[in-house]
């Protein structure tokens, strides 16, 4: 009989244990896991950012609203240089001043850099899923302005910590959350995780 208690307690205290390492380990996994999916996240963000710069100068101050555009524009399309010859705000400048425009083509630029634009639209560790992605135009202080979003939740990226419950190891973590930057109310590209 005495065997028999001693058993049943040694299978308690390693239950205990294991209950007990697994409470302390599991929101230190959490915290790594976090902060290593929003870092790639944030990292794929900050190159679309990029991109959609470049192809607002390609075509004239306009954003992409979708992946096919934007990918299709930065692939085909030109940068402006334009050289001013002359200072147009020397009065004492004499003489007519010049601008000498060339083209060089973005995607030298793309390249160079090491953007994938054929990746570009999708999450890490989504599973395949994409950004969502919009432009528009918006009368902003009696200006007509270009606006962008592109953005995910946090559950897309986040697997198996998804869950809300996982918020009691981080009180600033909300999995329906977006992840994002620009804002279709106003000019802006900064991102929400810059703040």
Known sequence: MRLVINLI????IAVVGYLLVNSIQEPIKFKAEKDRRQNAVVDKLITIRQVQEFYRDIRDGEFAGDFDSLS???RTGNFRNIKVIGDPDDPNFQGEIQYDTTYRPAIDTV???GINLDSLRYVPYGNGATFDIQADTLT????LVNVVEVSTPIKTFMGPYADPRFSKYDNS?????LIKFGDMTKPNLSGNWER
Do not use: H
């Open 111 to 113: 390249q160079q850099l």
């Open 9 to 12: 307690l040694v299978a308690l």
């Open 140 to 143: 902003y202080q009696s200006t």
């Open 173 to 177: 973590y909300k999995p329906n959350q």
């Open 72 to 74: 299709y524009y930065v």
